[in-house]
């Protein structure tokens, strides 16, 4: 998520749904009421996403670490998505990161606008990914920071309040970069891979979080919370706080299926450089959140990227006749820039690796 300063974009007035919500809590004003297409159905939830526990992975006998292994490589080849528990972070630093994003989004506009995110960039408060003035908006208040590594921190949008919300974000990051770096190893080994494959990539990583807030809206049927899209990360860790109403939505055989909360697990899912990195065989799946009529809802996501001077393409043990080549190399830096700065749409920043015709590979 480096900070990509575009000049000339005319993005309009936003309106800020907290503000909103509170002033006039019926009106949802047009910018916010989608095209038919994209208005969220009722979703009835028919699967459950997997839940893998990583106590089994790390300490479980042979068994059970086989057969979790292989429900991970199901997992991020069917699913793109899964529910890790036992990860080892402990409840209290779950509900520390939940209290100061909520204290913040609590306070008054004044103060959380201290911290703008400048029309075009990605770090600060505000909705990111705007880039025109008739781009539908997202019901959701976010603030974005680069964590990782130093010099993509921009100190100046560290929000002061609540006091120890820059300690209390630094030890969640650190406690998420770990888990990161052991999923991964297992992610290695469930492609049969040296489990420490990845680490070349991922000595230097860049981890940004972004928390979600996304008050109550009075027509949950016309918004999106968060438009689809798919993460530019490798690996995505993603926390519904505790208490909030079921809002995230995976893509999953062409039906939105709603990812029910597990207490105290993360949602793990899988970024766009995973799946180039694989060669297609593990997805980076479609997702988005919707609104609730009179709950909000808070996540705290956090995106693992490989450096943005590191070179990759598919791995050339994933390439065979099976599974010829589908992406080019390419600098994660270029991706990164070229995610940030396109508006959510699907999958459709991908397209920027994907190879078109054969010879290219
Ligand atoms: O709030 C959610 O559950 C979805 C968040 C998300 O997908 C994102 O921030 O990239
Ligand atoms: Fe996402």
Redesign the pocket.
Known sequence: MAPVPISSIKIGHIDDVQELRRARPTTIPDRFVRDMAERPSTATPSMHIPVIDLSKLIEGDRDQSHTELSKLAVSCEEWGFFQVVNHGIDKEMLRSIEKVAMEFFMLPLEEKQKYPMAPGTVQGYGQAFVFSENQKLDWCNMLALGVEPLFIRNPKLWPTKPANFSETLEKYSASIRMLCQILLSFIAMSLHMNNDAFNDMFGDAVQAV?M?Y?PPCSRPDLVL??SP?S?GSAL?V?Q?AEGSSV??QILKDDNWEP?QPVPNAL?INIGDTLEVLTNGKYKSVE???VTHKDQD?L?I?T?YAPSYEIELGPLPELINDNRPCMYRKYNHGEYSKHYVTNKLQGKRTLEFAKIQTKLSC
């Open positions: 972004r979600n996304y919370g968060l899209h993460d995505t993603l519904q809002g995230l990812v949602v997702h988005r959140a809802r996540s996501v995106f």
